[in-house]
């Protein structure tokens, strides 16, 4: 890369580095979604368990 | 079913604007550097994700203290969140910074002392998961994750300063590069003030996350609770 008088072409490696950037943090709010989803299913059937008859 | 606070809504958006100004910043704004090209872009949120991974064990050590002190398990919620979010993104910097390095140090990996320390700082965290689930009673849980927490942190400082003290090709931003790094480029006053609100952008996503996280925590907390009266 000494005597080069353009950038080099690296365009894919950013690509592929910004997939994995956005990838794995929609990945993560997706799980946080879920859990949070599931948990509140969750409380409500308990909740109607614990209510008094 | 809980109810969200305004203010986390409002963080919701902000934070959301804030991160397609900095994307936009990093293509569109900051100029393409004269040897590395394009790749060299990677560095904006590659460095961001490792600042909110250190800033998370940093939050986990401090809530394990309080914890400690206080034996509040509110401050145990704190840090199990801070510690998934810190290993997320330090799995981001990882895996970017190895992206980076295939084009400007021709190989995917090296055992370099700032590559090396990272990994072995994610291990270590990876590691305090996998205790805590090995620990059922909840207070003892609480206890064990809050000293390992603190016990933990010892490798984020060894992390940042290890491309300062030791010989390594990793390059830094800030201070003297060491006399063998590879990939170091000089920032002009567009790519430094991308490079700084990436810095706050991911600050933001980092306080918008935990805050999601520990309402999740939370929930789970009082499910559980909830569970044993039932069985009761």
């Known amino acids: 890369m000494l005597f080069q008088d353009a950038p080099a072409n690296t365009t894919t490696y950013m690509i592929a580095g910004y997939a994995v950037i956005f990838g794995v943090m929609l990945i993560y709010l997706i799980s946080l979604y879920l859990r949070q989803r599931n948990l509140n299913q969750d409380l409500e059937v308990l909740e109607e368990l614990d209510e008094p008859e | ?232």
């Not at chain 2, 460095?47 to 145990?76: C, H, Q």
């Open chain 2, 1 to 232: 079913m809980q109810t969200k606070p305004r203010l986390l809504t409002v963080l919701d958006i902000v934070t959301v604007v804030m991160l397609l100004a900095a994307t936009w910043m990093v293509f569109f704004y900051a100029p393409t550097e004269a040897v590395m090209g394009d790749v060299q872009r990677v560095f904006y949120f590659h460095v961001a994700a490792g600042w909110v991974g250190m800033l998370s064990f940093l939050v986990a050590a401090v809530a394990g203290v309080i914890y400690l002190i206080r034996g509040d398990r509110k401050w145990d919620t704190v840090g199990l969140s801070a510690v998934e979010i810190g290993i997320v993104f330090a799995f981001i910097n990882i895996v970017t910074g190895s992206i980076w390095a295939r084009p400007i140090w021709n190989t995917w990996w090296t055992w370099d002392p700032r590559l090396t320390t990272a990994t072995v700082m994610e291990l270590i965290y990876l590691a305090y998961l996998m205790l805590r689930q090995g620990i059922e009673d909840p207070d003892r849980r609480a206890r064990f994750g809050a000293v390992y927490a603190i016990v933990g942190f010892l490798s984020v400082p060894l992390t940042f300063f290890s491309a300062r003290l030791f010989r390594t090709i990793h390059p830094v931003v800030i201070g003297a590069n060491a006399p063998g790094a590879e990939g170091q480029f000089d920032m002009t006053p567009l790519m430094l003030q991308t490079f700084l609100f990436s810095l706050l952008t991911f600050t933001f996503i980092f306080v918008d996350l935990l805050w999601h996280r520990i309402r999740v925590g939370r929930l789970a907390d009082k499910v559980e609770q909830l569970r044993l009266k039932t069985i009761q």
